[in-house]
């Protein structure tokens, strides 16, 4: 029995005495890891520093974050802010002196650390005037379901529309909005700038702060819409007014074809090139614009020709000859619509006089007119500009018919009635109509260019 009980007291002390060695233990064990941990962290950090001192920064920062993880130490601080700034991390660099900045330390720190703590606030205030800022402006700021990236890295939409410091150098900025393409803009960033990215979206992309009042206004834009359809399929048009037309045109003007054919006034056929050859031409033209592709115009054009032979004799050649062509027209433009790179066609009915002189001598001299309709039709293209108006380049061809002539003649000698077609009497006038039976078919080729101006109306 005796012997029981000093064995349940034994046991007693043996439950007692483990949590007590415990906790005797434990102070030692603790102390010899922290040891251990500060000693690490001693010897990565100076290997840290000395890669600093080398210019391999980010071997440096890498060391040094690890240090700092084994024991916090404002040396590490200090050369973590370094590093990070040397690398282009000024936001990161300057954070790190921040929170270095506002260490408090004990009365009893080593000298080391109340120098790297000094050093870091002097740096912090010589690091914030540099660092650059970033704005990202959406327009409309209120932009519906837009996402804002700077370096593939997502914006908080807080963010959007204030400065942001930014580390310097190049940022790719993206926005991506739902159901359309992405929009990116790249901009570099200098020490101290201040810059500013603006996005411009459509109306649509604006999301209200009221969604019954966007669905309302979607609604009436899609009644809308079926509105300006049905107007359409019925045959309505938009409102237009009146333009007012002037132009001028320059080119070259080539006639051919015939004068007219033998009978009672010609004993032989006169063609053109008898009586005139290729020249430069001019026109000046008006009208209205009455619809958005058609318009009614006038135009007078004037043509200076060499002159031809005037069907003299063979072997007779004047020493002076010359030959003139001027159309009065009205008609019709058909085109694309105004300031829009287009063509266009035009018709106009036109009424021409053609005048032909052949000079022998001083004294001495025969002449030739020719009047009668014709019809003209062409086309070319319409080239807006902003300086000229409208540049139009264009071929023409006026196709038409002479049924009078008038002949005066003061050369009888050279050229005797006898023998001439369409002459004169000596020393005299003639005029007659031609036959319609001797009428020919002539046509006048005009290439050139021009420009037009429009005044007034429109849409």
């Known amino acids: 029995m005796r012997s029981a009980r000093i064995l349940s007291v034994f046991l007693h002390l043996a439950i007692l005495a483990v949590p007590v060695c415990c906790i005797l233990l434990a102070p030692a064990t603790g102390s010899a890891q922290a040891a251990g941990d500060i000693a690490t962290a001693r010897r990565t950090a100076t290997e840290g520093i000395r890669l600093f001192q080398q210019g391999d920064f980010a071997g440096a920062l890498e060391r040094l974050e690890r240090a700092q993880a084994l024991y916090d130490a404002p040396v590490h601080r200090l050369y973590i802010a370094r590093a990070q700034v040397k690398l282009g991390r000024w936001v990161e660099g300057a954070e790190t002196y921040r929170k270095l900045a506002r260490l408090t330390l004990d009365e009893g720190a080593a000298k ?31 932009a519906h379901g837009v996402r804002v990236f700077i370096n593939e890295q997502e914006l908080p939409r807080a963010a959007v529309g204030i400065e942001r410091l930014s580390d310097p150098g190049a940022h790719k900025v993206e926005v991506r909005m739902e159901g359309a393409a992405s929009k990116e803009q790249t901009i570099t960033l200098r020490e101290s700038a201040k810059e500013e ?26 009644e809308a ?30 006639p051919g074809g015939s004068v007219a054919g033998p009978g009672s006034v ?38 200076s020709l060499k002159g031809g032979s005037g069907g003299l004799p063979e072997g007779l050649t004047p020493p002076k000859g010359s030959a003139s062509w001027t159309n009065l027209g009205l008609g019709m433009v058909l085109s694309t619509d105004p300031g829009e790179f287009g063509g266009f066609g035009e018709m106009e009915l036109a009424y021409g006089w053609m005048q032909s002189a052949l000079e022998f001598r001083d004294t001495c001299k025969f002449t030739l007119g020719l009047r009668g309709p014709g019809l003209r039709i062409g086309g070319g293209l319409n080239i807006p500009t902003k300086v000229i108006g409208t540049l139009t380049p264009v071929l023409l061809a006026t196709l038409g018919q002479f049924g009078n002539y008038t002949a005066s003649n003061s050369c009888p000698a050279i050229l005797p009635a006898n023998r001439f077609p369409l002459n004169a009497d000596a020393n005299g006038d003639h005029s007659e109509s031609i036959d319609p039976s001797q009428q020919r078919g002539h046509y006048l080729i005009f290439l050139g260019i021009g420009s037009e101006l429009s005044f007034g109306g429109g849409r």
Do not use: C, W
């Open 225 to 254: 819409a079926n509105v300006v359809e049905a107007n359409t399929t019925h045959g309505e048009k938009k409102p237009f007014q009146l333009e007012y037309l002037v132009g001028l045109r320059l080119g070259i003007s080539v």
């Open 266 to 303: 010609l004993a032989n056929e006169l063609k053109m090139d008898q009586i005139a050859d290729a020249g430069g031409g001019l026109e000046l033209r008006g009208g209205v614009r009455f619809h958005p592709r058609l318009a009614a115009v006038a135009y007078l054009d004037a043509s």
């Open 112 to 142: 080391e650390f109340r120098s790297a703590v000094a050093s870091g606030k002097v740096e912090l205030a010589e690091l914030e005037p540099k660092i650059p800022t970033l704005r990202v402006v959406l327009n409309p700021e209120a």
């Open 197 to 222: 990215v603006v996005f411009e979206f459509p109306k649509s992309a604006v999301a209200a702060s009221n969604p019954a009042k966007v669905v309302a206004k979607s609604e009436l834009k899609a």
